[in-house]
């Protein structure tokens, strides 16, 4: 499987706290993306990246910042956690910079993010 | 914006028998990638099959197949032979080929369930 861990697993939180998700790659891959789970919603994309300091945001990107200083790292800031923001956040991987692309992604494991 | 419509939010079926998970997405694009993803209670999402738009034959992958009818856009999952441990949700998503910011756009899931 493709080098992909996510940090925390698990988090619990207050309101108005700052919050910072990792995600950490081994794959050297360009493209990386934070996407929320929400029951009923499906995966909702947060925002992404497409190379080091290269960011773009998703359809969810309200209150939720993203840094890339290395290739490797993908860093995801809740600026000022919210209840709103209680959910499973998966950081994924594509190989759609290669040439031999299937075009997929490889998900982390996910952050159960709990805001209280 | 690319829309995907999983329409049935829960679907059951018995042990050894197939089941059938639609799909449906909108878009005017005519390079792109079609994937469903399982996402078993350990929270884990897992690539079962891929679809590439250009291809006329349908994925398969061992009991999984697909029916990709292109101009209906539609791509459901058909699984044959169902086992217990295929009780899981399940994702379809789409992602263009062509540009650089690649990304995938995914429903909103269905539950599968497997009854012994």
């Known amino acids: 499987d493709a080098g992909i861990t996510q940090s925390p697993r698990h988090k619990v939180t207050e309101t108005g706290t700052p919050v910072t998700l990792r995600c950490h790659q081994t794959?050297?891959?360009?493209?990386m993306y934070w996407y929320r789970q929400d029951p009923g919603h499906g995966l909702r994309l947060i925002h992404y990246?497409?190379?080091?300091?290269?960011?773009d945001k998703g359809e969810v990107s309200d209150g939720y910042s993203v840094s890339r200083s290395k290739t490797e790292d993908f860093l995801l800031t809740l600026e000022s956690a919210t209840s709103s923001q209680t959910s499973v956040y998966f950081c994924?991987?594509?190989?759609?910079?290669?040439?031999?692309?299937?075009?997929?992604?490889?998900f982390g494991s996910g952050t159960r993010l709990t805001v209280v | 914006a690319q829309t995907v419509t999983q329409s049935q939010p829960e679907m059951s079926v018995q042990e050894a028998e197939t089941v059938t998970l639609s799909c449906t997405y909108d878009?005017?694009?005519?390079?792109?990638?079609l994937f469903w993803y399982k996402q078993p209670p350990s929270r884990q999402m897992i690539l079962v099959i891929r679809?590439?738009?250009?291809?006329?034959q349908n994925a398969t992958e061992n009991r999984f197949s697909v029916n990709f009818q292109k101009a209906a856009k539609s791509f459901s999952l058909k699984i044959s032979d169902s086992q217990l441990g295929d009780a899981a949700m399940y994702f379809c998503?789409?992602?263009?080929?062509?540009?650089?910011?690649?990304?995938?756009?995914f429903g909103k899931g269905t539950l599968l369930t497997v009854n012994p």
């Open positions: 679809q590439e738009a250009y291809k006329q």
């Open positions: 794959e050297n891959h360009r493209y």
């Open positions: 878009t005017s694009e005519s390079d792109y990638y």
């Open positions: 990246s497409y190379g080091v300091k290269d960011t």
């Open positions: 994924a991987i594509s190989d759609r910079d290669r040439g031999t692309a299937n075009y997929g992604y490889t």
């Open positions: 998503a789409w992602g263009r080929g062509g540009g650089s910011n690649y990304k995938l756009t």
